[in-house]
Nanobody, 115 residues
């Protein structure tokens, strides 16, 4: 059984920072492309950032230069450092572990940015 447990969400003022963490159980972490997605009320879930097993990263244009994704293959944890936060970053953020034939999702953590 694979579990992804997110933490680090909360309420922050515009311009502030937060760091999200996602701890993965099971043996899949090192082989997985890990990612963060988000879903705002009334909107579809969208990609925020991904990091491959080898370390290559990919970001949505809306967060480039403000967010940084990283992974610790010893702790089986992926992080999302978020800076210069904007009200439009408000959403539930989901951790994702992606393998060729299967994907796993965390339960989500709320990030709210006040103006």
């Amino acid at each position: 059984q694979v579990q992804l447990v997110e933490s680090g969400g909360g309420l922050v003022r515009a311009g502030g920072s937060l760091r999200l963490s996602c701890a993965a159980s099971g043996s899949i972490f090192r082989r997985s492309t890990m990612g963060w997605y988000r879903q705002a009320p009334g909107k579809q879930r969208e990609l925020v950032a991904t990091i491959a097993s080898g370390g290559n990263t990919n970001y949505a244009d809306s967060v480039k230069g403000r967010f940084t994704i990283s992974r610790d293959n010893v702790k089986n944890t992926v992080y999302l450092q978020m800076g210069s936060l904007k009200p439009e970053d408000t959403a539930v953020y989901y951790c994702n572990a992606n393998l060729p034939l299967v994907a796993y999702w965390g339960q989500g953590t709320q990030v709210t940015v006040s103006s």
